[in-house]
């Protein structure tokens, strides 16, 4: 079975600009949950997807957002970025329905903004 | 507000002996506990979860021992090779909130031959 893919694998960008990143679940899962690693705050929760709705949300700004696909493929967009926002986006998968599934994460994307 | 605590940054263990990893938690409402591995510049790997109806969770060198009381946690691997050396993340869920986990600031195990 192929585990999550993640694309780009790298990508720089501008203040300013925005971002699309995508992530491909592992076939069957239809969760899939984005998060945040930085050096300063570590891995941070962005939000999770489930049937191509949101089903939970971190505490970040509005300049954050996703969606879902009926294949459950996902994107995340970040608009007008900032430096803070130079991380590696990780996306994992699973399949979301009972209380013990364990997600499983992709390579993820390093986002760099100059 | 830091939920998830993995207090010691680092550890160094010689090839062979035991690495014992540790985490502490604060929100009684955690019901799932999960410890990945990740090396830089790649997508953490899971290596062994417990659900807070248990107190232990063995798989091959990997075992994991809770402690609801104290609301602690324990990674425990036997016996360490080269390959473990990585950073280890402990990270929680609670009850209902599916994709959501919570991380530990994670712990740099380094196996010495």
């Known amino acids: 079975k192929a585990g999550v893919t993640q694309t780009p694998r790298y990508l720089i960008k501008t203040r300013g600009q925005q971002v699309t990143l995508s992530c491909s679940p592992i076939?069957?899962?239809?969760?899939v949950s984005w998060y945040q690693q930085t050096p300063g705050q570590g891995l941070q929760f962005l939000f999770e997807?489930?049937?191509?709705?949101?089903?939970n949300k971190g505490n970040f700004p509005g300049r954050f957002s996703g969606r879902q696909f009926s294949n459950s493929r996902s994107e995340m967009n970040v608009s007008t970025l900032e430096l803070g926002d130079s991380a590696l986006y990780l996306c994992a998968s699973s399949a979301g329905q009972t209380s013990t599934d364990t997600q499983y994460f992709g390579p993820g994307t390093r986002l760099t903004v100059l | 507000d830091q939920q998830v605590k993995q207090n010691s940054p680092s550890l160094s263990v010689q090839e062979g002996r035991i690495s014992i990893l540790n985490c502490d938690y604060t929100?009684?409402?955690?019901?799932?506990f999960l410890w990945y591995k990740k090396y830089p510049a790649e997508g953490p790997t899971f290596l062994i979860s417990?659900?807070?109806?248990?107190d232990k969770n063995e798989d091959g060198r990997f075992t994991v021992f809770l402690n609801k009381s104290a609301k602690h946690l324990s990674l425990h691997i036997v016996p360490s090779q080269p390959g473990d050396s990585a950073v280890y993340f402990c990270a929680a869920r609670k009850s209902g909130s599916w994709g959501k986990l919570q991380f530990g600031a994670g712990t740099q195990v380094v196996v010495t031959p």
């Open positions: 929100n009684s409402m955690f019901d799932y």
């Open positions: 417990i659900s807070s109806i248990k």
């Open positions: 076939s069957g899962h239809r969760s």
């Open positions: 997807y489930f049937s191509e709705t949101q089903r």
